[in-house]
């Protein structure tokens, strides 16, 4: 089993910063990515940024130019750094860990961490 255990959320006001972390455990044999969604209430789970081990990275655009996400492949550990935030921004953010298996990708998910953005 796998375990991502996120942490970093909060309360932030408008134009304010936070940083997430994640980090995995557990049967950890190849990973191809790790990322973040976020699903905000009545509304879709939607990417927010992803990054490949090999340091690829893709963003949602309502997000690029704010957030960087990064990694610490030794750790096992993906961050995503927030700046600029935006009430827009307010979801439960969850981390995902993406391995390659002899059978395709398989994919685990964190519990999430919530982001409030609100004045």
């Known amino acids: 089993q796998v375990q991502l255990v996120e942490s970093g959320g909060g309360l932030v006001r408008p134009g304010g910063s936070l940083r997430l972390s994640c980090a995995a455990s557990?049967?950890?044999?190849?990973?191809?990515?790790m990322g973040w969604y976020r699903q905000a209430p009545g509304k879709q789970r939607e990417l927010v940024a992803s990054i490949t081990r090999g340091g690829s990275t893709n963003y949602a655009d309502s997000v690029k130019g704010r957030f960087t996400i990064s990694r610490d492949n030794a750790k096992n550990t993906v961050y995503l750094q927030m700046n600029s935030l935006k009430p827009e921004d307010t979801a439960v953010y969850l981390c995902n860990l993406d391995q390659t298996t002899g059978w395709g990708i398989t994919r685990d998910w964190g519990q999430g961490t919530q982001v409030t953005v609100s004045s």
């Open positions: 557990g049967s950890i044999f190849s990973i191809y990515a």
